[in-house]
């Protein structure tokens, strides 16, 4: 116990005390908003007595301005549909996401996270991310592969396949996947997977993305040149691997039937066998890298990674006299009265 009570107090003093922290919230959120003018802050607090000198945090919503402009987005620990409603009301506003865009969703499939995307933003895409057993049902890029899957899981598994079927494939599987996100991901753990690529090289995020990708299609190409062609003397061509596998590419459209280039937007290796027929006759085509499409490119890289966050100052220094904090008391968590787990929410 003596170790446990040194610990908890050395853990307070580099961390800072639990409780103590959400006095200082509101300060803290003013101190994020005077650093960068387009953060964006709200804070909703349980409902109780106006005129009580502290109050009962409910959740809170930041999108530092930066983040707002690069568009990247976080929730944690919402729990239940009125407070993914509420974080995607903010979300939306901030980003400009208006009741009809085509936005495309991934998560673990939270509670009531998939009905508020419905009911806010019902022409969104939502992905559902799964591991293990389900990887080959959720990785199969055509639907013909993805209906074989299915039925090997359903002998693997009968219960399993049952749960699943009342899911929309549209939600976990590449092979019904529409395309316009340009990226076939459907796992949400997206940072540990880039960190996996980046090992030591995580202080250069970009250049090393693009490595990745480089890299990657250096394998596509390498493959292509394995395949054969008969083309229809229009924009359509027919191409066969070394394996039996067969599809038909059609370079006007810039689809393939195995529907990897609509998925990833990255030509796949028919597509790449396409380019080298064409280059070989003549063809005005160009590298096969200016084929893929642009959300991989450089400058989209550039664009996303142009805004920065900015530093902040320490406690002593942040605003007090904000006519923010003249209004609202000081921020305080309540102890009394309240069932334990619903002292606190985060958003």
């Known amino acids: 116990m003596k170790v446990y009570r040194a610990l908890k107090g050395a853990t307070s003093i580099l961390q800072g005390d639990y409780k103590k922290q959400y006095t200082q919230l509101r300060d803290y959120t003013l101190e994020l908003m005077r650093c960068d003018k387009d953060t964006t802050v709200r804070i909703q607090c349980e409902y109780g007595d106006p005129n009580a000198p502290t109050r009962v945090i409910k959740r809170i919503y930041i999108c530092l301005g930066p983040l707002k402009k690069g568009f990247a987005a976080l929730g944690r620990d919402q729990e239940c549909y009125s407070s993914w409603k509420w974080f995607?009301?903010?979300?939306?506003?901030?980003?400009?996401?208006?009741?009809?865009?085509?936005?495309?969703?991934i998560s673990d499939r939270q509670?009531?996270?998939?009905?508020?995307?419905?009911?806010?933003?019902?022409?969104?895409?939502?992905?559902?991310?799964?591991?293990?057993?389900?990887?080959?049902?959720?990785?199969?890029?055509?639907?013909?592969?993805?209906?074989?899957?299915?039925?090997?899981?359903?002998e693997f598994n009968k219960d399993c396949h049952k749960w699943l079927t009342d899911i929309s494939p549209h939600q976990w599987a590449r092979s019904h996947f529409s395309g316009r996100a340009v990226s076939d991901n459907v796992l949400s753990n997206m940072c540990e997977i880039f960190n996996?690529?980046?090992?030591?090289?995580?202080?250069?995020?970009?250049?090393?993305?693009?490595?990745?990708?480089r890299e990657n299609f250096e394998k596509i190409k390498e493959e292509a040149s394995k395949c054969s062609i008969l083309?229809?003397?229009?924009?359509?061509?027919?191409?066969?691997?070394?394996?039996?596998?067969?599809?038909v590419v059609d370079m006007g459209l810039r689809e393939c039937a195995c529907r990897k280039w609509e998925l990833t937007g990255m030509p796949c290796k028919y597509a790449v066998a396409?380019?080298?027929?064409m280059a070989f006759n003549n063809g005005q085509v160009g590298v096969p890298e200016e084929w893929v499409h642009q959300v991989h490119w450089l400058k989209r890289w550039q664009e996303t990674y142009a805004f920065h966050i900015q530093p902040l100052n320490g406690k002593a220094l942040w605003p007090k006299s904000n006519e923010l904090t003249k209004k609202l008391p000081p921020?305080?968590?309540?102890?009394?009265?309240?069932?334990?787990?619903?002292?606190r929410k985060s958003a």
């Not at 009911?119 to 074989?148: D, G, M």
């Not at 996996?196 to 990708?213: F, Q, S, V």
Request: charged letters at 25%; glycine letters at 8%; proline letters at 4%.
């Open 88 to 105: 995607l009301e903010w979300l939306g506003q901030d980003l400009k996401i208006e009741r009809n865009s085509n936005f495309t969703f």
């Open 111 to 154: 509670k009531g996270l998939a009905k508020a995307v419905g009911r806010l933003y019902p022409c969104a895409e939502q992905r559902f991310s799964y591991k293990n057993h389900l990887w080959r049902c959720a990785t199969s890029t055509t639907v013909p592969e993805f209906k074989i899957a299915m039925n090997q899981l359903k």
């Open 196 to 213: 996996r690529w980046l090992l030591d090289a995580r202080d250069k995020p970009i250049i090393t993305a693009l490595e990745y990708i």
């Open 231 to 247: 083309w229809n003397g229009g924009q359509q061509y027919q191409v066969s691997g070394l394996h039996g596998d067969q599809c």
């Open 274 to 277: 396409c380019l080298n027929n």
């Open 331 to 343: 921020l305080k968590i309540a102890t009394a009265g309240r069932p334990k787990k619903n002292r």
